[in-house]
Nanobody, 123 residues
Framework: VQLVESGGGSVQAGGSLRLSCEAS????????MGWFRQDPGKEREPVAT?????????YADSVRGRFAISRDNPKKKIVYLQMDNLKPEDTSIYYC?????????????????WGQGTQVTVS
Protein backbone atom coordinates (compact mmCIF):
# COMPACT_ATOMS: atom_id res chain seq x y z
CA VAL A 1 0.00 0.00 0.00
CA GLN A 2 1.29 3.44 -0.90
CA LEU A 3 -0.04 6.58 0.75
CA VAL A 4 0.52 10.09 -0.53
CA GLU A 5 -0.38 13.11 1.57
CA SER A 6 -0.73 16.67 0.38
CA GLY A 7 -2.00 20.00 1.62
CA GLY A 8 0.37 20.88 4.41
CA GLY A 9 1.89 24.31 4.77
CA SER A 10 2.20 27.37 6.96
CA VAL A 11 -0.71 29.37 8.30
CA GLN A 12 -1.40 31.93 10.99
CA ALA A 13 -3.27 31.01 14.12
CA GLY A 14 -6.99 30.90 13.46
CA GLY A 15 -6.47 29.90 9.86
CA SER A 16 -7.39 26.72 8.02
CA LEU A 17 -5.71 23.99 6.03
CA ARG A 18 -7.02 20.92 4.28
CA LEU A 19 -4.95 17.76 4.06
CA SER A 20 -5.58 15.03 1.49
CA CYS A 21 -4.40 11.45 1.41
CA GLU A 22 -4.79 8.83 -1.28
CA ALA A 23 -3.98 5.16 -0.80
CA SER A 24 -3.08 2.97 -3.72
CA UNK A 25 -1.84 -0.54 -4.32
CA UNK A 26 -3.27 -3.53 -2.48
CA UNK A 27 -5.79 -1.62 -0.37
CA UNK A 28 -8.48 -4.31 -0.08
CA UNK A 29 -7.86 -4.73 3.67
CA UNK A 30 -7.81 -1.00 4.37
CA UNK A 31 -11.22 -0.36 5.91
CA UNK A 32 -10.10 2.45 8.18
CA MET A 33 -7.91 5.45 7.46
CA GLY A 34 -6.56 7.96 9.88
CA TRP A 35 -4.46 11.03 10.43
CA PHE A 36 -1.70 11.10 13.01
CA ARG A 37 0.85 13.69 14.02
CA GLN A 38 4.29 13.48 15.53
CA ASP A 39 6.60 16.05 17.07
CA PRO A 40 10.36 15.50 17.46
CA GLY A 41 11.10 13.24 20.41
CA LYS A 42 7.48 12.36 20.95
CA GLU A 43 5.32 9.39 20.06
CA ARG A 44 3.08 9.52 17.04
CA GLU A 45 -0.44 10.29 18.18
CA PRO A 46 -3.77 9.78 16.45
CA VAL A 47 -5.65 12.90 15.42
CA ALA A 48 -8.70 11.57 13.59
CA THR A 49 -9.83 8.31 12.03
CA UNK A 50 -12.67 7.28 9.77
CA UNK A 51 -14.31 4.01 8.80
CA UNK A 52 -14.43 3.79 5.03
CA UNK A 53 -17.67 1.83 4.84
CA UNK A 54 -19.82 3.62 7.37
CA UNK A 55 -20.30 6.85 9.35
CA UNK A 56 -17.93 6.12 12.22
CA UNK A 57 -15.27 8.69 13.05
CA UNK A 58 -13.02 9.36 15.99
CA TYR A 59 -11.25 12.56 17.07
CA ALA A 60 -8.62 13.39 19.61
CA ASP A 61 -9.97 15.69 22.32
CA SER A 62 -7.46 18.36 21.32
CA VAL A 63 -8.94 18.72 17.82
CA ARG A 64 -12.61 17.80 18.26
CA GLY A 65 -14.78 20.64 17.02
CA ARG A 66 -11.97 22.17 14.97
CA PHE A 67 -10.93 19.33 12.64
CA ALA A 68 -13.14 17.23 10.39
CA ILE A 69 -12.17 14.00 8.68
CA SER A 70 -14.05 12.90 5.59
CA ARG A 71 -13.71 10.37 2.84
CA ASP A 72 -14.27 10.09 -0.85
CA ASN A 73 -15.81 7.05 -2.49
CA PRO A 74 -14.49 4.12 -0.40
CA LYS A 75 -13.23 2.43 -3.54
CA LYS A 76 -10.85 5.34 -4.08
CA LYS A 77 -9.40 5.20 -0.55
CA ILE A 78 -9.08 8.98 -0.31
CA VAL A 79 -9.52 10.86 2.94
CA TYR A 80 -9.35 14.51 3.89
CA LEU A 81 -8.65 16.39 7.08
CA GLN A 82 -10.18 19.85 7.24
CA MET A 83 -8.39 21.80 9.94
CA ASP A 84 -10.02 25.03 11.10
CA ASN A 85 -9.17 27.47 13.87
CA LEU A 86 -5.61 26.19 13.87
CA LYS A 87 -3.47 26.80 16.92
CA PRO A 88 0.32 26.94 17.29
CA GLU A 89 0.16 23.66 19.20
CA ASP A 90 -1.18 22.00 16.04
CA THR A 91 2.23 22.48 14.46
CA SER A 92 3.55 19.03 13.61
CA ILE A 93 4.21 16.54 10.87
CA TYR A 94 0.93 14.92 9.89
CA TYR A 95 0.82 11.35 8.63
CA CYS A 96 -1.90 9.39 6.89
CA UNK A 97 -2.26 5.67 7.58
CA UNK A 98 -4.51 2.68 6.92
CA UNK A 99 -5.78 -0.08 9.15
CA UNK A 100 -7.98 -3.14 8.96
CA UNK A 101 -11.03 -2.35 11.03
CA UNK A 102 -12.19 0.66 13.03
CA UNK A 103 -11.49 0.94 16.76
CA UNK A 104 -12.60 3.61 19.22
CA UNK A 105 -10.20 4.80 20.48
CA UNK A 106 -7.71 3.87 17.75
CA UNK A 107 -4.50 1.98 18.40
CA UNK A 108 -1.50 3.27 16.50
CA UNK A 109 -0.08 -0.23 16.17
CA UNK A 110 -3.14 -1.31 14.15
CA UNK A 111 -2.11 1.06 11.34
CA UNK A 112 0.30 -0.79 9.11
CA UNK A 113 0.80 1.44 6.08
CA TRP A 114 1.98 5.04 6.38
CA GLY A 115 2.54 8.03 4.17
CA GLN A 116 5.67 10.12 4.15
CA GLY A 117 4.16 12.93 6.20
CA THR A 118 3.35 16.55 5.50
CA GLN A 119 4.44 19.52 7.61
CA VAL A 120 1.84 21.81 9.16
CA THR A 121 3.14 24.99 10.78
CA VAL A 122 0.90 27.40 12.68
CA SER A 123 2.37 30.69 13.88
Amino acid sequence: VQLVESGGGSVQAGGSLRLSCEASGNTDDATCMGWFRQDPGKEREPVATIYLHGPMTWYADSVRGRFAISRDNPKKKIVYLQMDNLKPEDTSIYYCATARGFRDPPRTRDFKSWGQGTQVTVS
